[in-house]
């Protein structure tokens, strides 16, 4: 099975699920760039309060701030599983710069389920566990299965800001998606099924 791994795909297709998941059976660290820049922002670091107001609206962060948060893990590491970066034609330039991406993997979603998604995920504020209220609810009325923290929705994830980020998202993968055609690790998975479903097709393209 490969080790360097990217997860391409839009907000919602549950690209994290399966990251979190698919990091933990490689034994490869699941590195998040959205993850990593909330908590940024959480800690109130500089680059966390220069990344703040892209993230309110929905749009990408500056290339030169995310490549400088991730560039020591991905000198370091061995293998990997990325989620949420690149997001852009020159992210993936700069990533070949850093690292040889073995495979990336497309998760493919309608632009209509992407929307219902979104609008029904919610995340724990403590523990970070992603539910979604339609396909994967919490046992108990928007409280977390773990830690019995009550459930919140992403500030991004409402409905004028989902547009958006869908708009910009389409707008900039398409020469991503080329990129890595080109070098023969592009391996496309409908994200439509089950978690199991999913699982199963992403470890048939990593193989
Ligand atoms: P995500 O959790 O992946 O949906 O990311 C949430 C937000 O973080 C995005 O809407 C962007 O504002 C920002 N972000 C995450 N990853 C990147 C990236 N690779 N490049 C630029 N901005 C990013």
Do not use: W
């Amino acid at each position: 099975m490969v080790r360097k791994i990217v997860f391409l795909g839009p907000p919602g297709a549950g690209k994290g699920t399966q990251a979190v998941r698919l990091a933990q059976e490689l034994g490869v660290p699941h590195i998040a760039t959205g993850d990593l820049l909330r908590a940024e922002v959480q800690n109130q670091t500089e680059l966390g309060m220069r990344a703040k107001s892209y993230m309110d609206r929905g749009e990408l962060v500056p290339d030169e701030l995310v490549v400088a948060m991730i560039r020591g893990r991905l000198e370091k590491a061995s293998g990997f599983v990325l989620d949420g970066f690149p997001r852009n034609l020159s992210q993936a330039q700069l990533l070949n710069g850093v690292t040889r991406v073995e495979r990336a993997v497309l998760f493919s979603l309608s632009r209509e389920e992407i929307v219902k998604r979104l609008s029904a995920r919610r995340l724990c504020p403590q523990c970070g566990q992603i539910y979604n209220l339609l396909a994967r609810p919490p046992k108990h009325d928007e409280i977390c299965d773990a830690c019995h923290t009550r459930l919140m929705q992403r500030s991004d994830d409402r409905p004028e800001v989902i547009e958006n980020r869908v708009d910009i998202y389409t707008r900039e993968i398409q020469p991503v998606l080329e990129f890595y055609q080109n070098q023969s690790v592009l391996r496309e998975v409908d994200a439509r099924g089950s978690v199991e479903e999913v699982y199963r097709a992403v470890k048939a393209a990593v193989s």
